[in-house]
Each structure stands twice: as structure tokens, then as C-alpha cells.
């Protein structure tokens, strides 16, 4: 059984960073693809920042240049940094991961629980 385990939302002044972290554990015998996505209310859940592969990261077009997303293949983590942040970053965020827990693919889609993200103005 694979869990994704998320930590690091929070309450923070428009400007201020928030550091998110996820964490995967279990069977896991390679993650294809990580990412994290966001939900604010009222809104379809959007692609925030993904790494698929070893290095194709990519960024929605409203976080470029604010947000950064990373990896450690070692400890099955992965965390977004979040800078400048904006009232419109508000969110629930998701972070998701596509793993094989076996060498038989295909890779199989994981959600975290979601942490809150709240920007004040």
C-alpha cells in the first residue's frame, strides 16, 4: 500500500513563502512522475508544478519564477517552495505522484490528503 503524506500548509501574509513537503511511503518501486496540484474553492483542481521522468519539470503559468519544485529520490520526497506569494494562491494543495510499486507497469495515480494553503491580503 502507497501513502503520500503531505505537510507545511498554513495561514501567511501576502509576499510571505510557505514550504510544502510530501512524503511517499510503502511499496514503491519507482515514482514516474510528482506534482502538486491545487484546489481553491468553486474551482476545478489545477496542475500547480509536476517533474515527470528524472527532469522535465514543469510550472503553471500563474506560479512561474515564485514557485519551485523539487525532489529526493533517495527518501521518496518531494517539496514545493512557494515565494511572493499572492491571495490567489489560496488553495487546498495536493501533491500526487504516478508509482509502480512493481517492475510491471503502468504506473498508478496517488493523491495526498491535501493541506491548506491561505493567503491573507
Known amino acids: 500500500q502507497v501513502q503520500l503524506v503531505e505537510s507545511g500548509g498554513g495561514l501567511v501574509q501576502a509576499g510571505g513563502s510557505l514550504r510544502l513537503s510530501c512524503a511517499a511511503s510503502g511499496s514503491i518501486f519507482s515514482i514516474n512522475a510528482l506534482g502538486w496540484y491545487r484546489q481553491a474553492p468553486g474551482k476545478q483542481r489545477e496542475l500547480v508544478a509536476n517533474i515527470i521522468g528524472s527532469s522535465n519539470t514543469n510550472y503553471a503559468d500563474s506560479v512561474k519564477g515564485r514557485f519551485t519544485i523539487s525532489r529526493d529520490n533517495a527518501k521518496n520526497t518531494w517539496n514545493l517552495q512557494m515565494n511572493s506569494l499572492k491571495p490567489e494562491d489560496t488553495a487546498v494543495y495536493y501533491c500526487?505522484?504516478?508509482?509502480?510499486?512493481?517492475?510491471?507497469?503502468?504506473?498508478?495515480?496517488?493523491w495526498g490528503q491535501g493541506t491548506q494553503v491561505t493567503v491573507s491580503s
Open positions: 500526487n505522484a504516478y508509482i509502480m510499486v512493481t517492475i510491471r507497469p503502468p504506473p498508478q495515480s496517488y
